[in-house]
């Protein structure tokens, strides 16, 4: 109850006061004093510059290399289709590789690589 009856009078007060502000501002010869008036309108149309796609290729193989080599040929073919549609090679980059090794963990007398 007392929060609203202080933002009741503080409403009062400043609407108050915009009301003595206003009278002040009455219009003489030289037109209206006391007052800043500001139009403005803006636009801004620009097509996209850039555009990021995240691609994971995973390979499973006998040895890294192997599965590099396999990974490889998949990210050749991404960069042939990526090229083909007009983006520019120094626009595609690789961002991260990993290599881990594949373990059968069902196997009861310890794990077993893949």
């Known amino acids: 109850m007392g929060a609203a009856l202080i933002l009741a009078l503080t409403t009062f007060l ?4 915009i009301v ?3 009278k002040e501002n009455q219009q ?9 008036s500001v139009m ?13 796609i995240s691609v994971s290729i995973s390979e499973l193989a006998a040895t890294t290399k192997d599965a590099q080599t396999q990974a490889n040929q998949k990210v050749a073919k991404v960069n042939d289709i990526l090229s083909a549609a007009g983006i520019a090679q120094k626009d595609i980059q690789t961002t ?19």
């Open 40 to 52: 403005g309108e803006g636009k801004d149309y620009v097509s996209p510059d850039t555009l990021v």
């Open 20 to 22: 003595k502000s206003n």
């Open 14 to 17: 400043v609407g108050n006061s």
């Open 96 to 114: 991260n590789v990993n290599v881990y090794p594949e373990y059968d963990r069902s196997n009861a007398s310890g794990r077993k690589l893949l």
């Open 28 to 36: 003489t010869s030289q037109g209206i004093t006391n007052t800043i």
